[in-house]
């Protein structure tokens, strides 16, 4: 059984898929802290002049968990993050057979951050066609472990015996430790794939995973995946 790890990004990269695509579970890791200024909150969109900034409003205190943190003034800020990616995105040539499904996410009373994010996760894996079960870290019984030992003892909650690790990966998990726990780890590294972006005449890379499902369509799955080696 392969299992990844990954924080609840928002609308994230295509890297992020591309671990999912290898796994059978991915673990949502909701129950980690968040962090202020980094991929929980926003991402990259592809425009005509190069690449801008969406980000969602939050209110946070220090020391929240993911799945704690409230979106600021929800209503307008979803309405808001819609109309960037409708403006951006709208002659797209797939545009109009996923706009719709993130519309309705856009406009749904969502007051938590973890819940705006993993329904747009899910809704792209959907898109993707993707066979793997996602998981919420804070729907599995409590881990009071952290670092290594709270992937291991994530992946044995769902009996994982393999574990996908993001390339940065090498810097920051102890490899004795999961040595010795017995569970394989395989490490990603992610070459990005080129593809045909609308509306720029360069290619901008390490755009949100919308930025491909709008631009190739079905072609999408097997896009992301293209090259990758472990």
């Known amino acids: 059984m392969i299992c990844t790890i990954h924080q609840p990004n928002y609308l994230p990269y295509l890297g992020f898929f591309e671990k999912a695509?290898?796994?059978?579970i991915f673990i949502l890791?909701?129950?980690t802290q968040f962090k202020k200024n980094d991929w929980q909150n926003r991402n990259?969109?592809?425009t005509s002049g190069g690449w801008q900034w969406i980000s969602v409003p939050i209110l946070h205190d220090f020391g929240q968990k993911i799945y704690e943190v409230k979106i600021k003034d929800p209503k307008k800020s979803l309405k808001k993050n819609w109309r960037?990616?409708?403006v951006i995105?709208?002659?797209?040539p797939f545009f109009k057979k996923y706009g719709s499904v993130l519309e309705e996410i856009y406009?749904?009373?969502i007051e938590h951050l973890n819940e705006l994010n993993c329904k747009l996760i899910l809704a792209a894996a959907k898109f993707l066609d993707?066979?793997?079960k996602f998981i919420k870290s804070s729907e599995l019984p409590k881990i009071e472990t952290t670092s290594t030992q709270a992937l291991i003892d994530m992946c044995n909650l769902v009996k994982a015996d393999t574990y996908i690790s993001g390339g940065e990966g090498k810097n920051y998990i102890d490899m004795e430790i999961l040595k010795n726990s017995g569970l394989k780890i395989l490490f990603q590294n992610y070459s990005h794939p080129v593809y045909r972006q609308f509306n720029s005449p360069?290619?901008?890379p390490y755009m949100n995973i919308f930025d491909l499902l709008f631009n190739c369509g079905d072609e999408s799955l097997e896009t992301l995946t293209k090259g990758q080696q472990y």
């Open 89 to 92: 995105y709208g002659k797209a």
């Open 107 to 109: 406009h749904t009373d």
């Open 84 to 86: 960037s990616i409708e």
């Open 44 to 46: 990259k969109l592809c």
């Open 130 to 132: 993707l066979k793997t």
């Open 21 to 24: 695509a290898r796994s059978e």
């Open 202 to 204: 360069t290619f901008q």
């Open 29 to 31: 890791y909701d129950t």
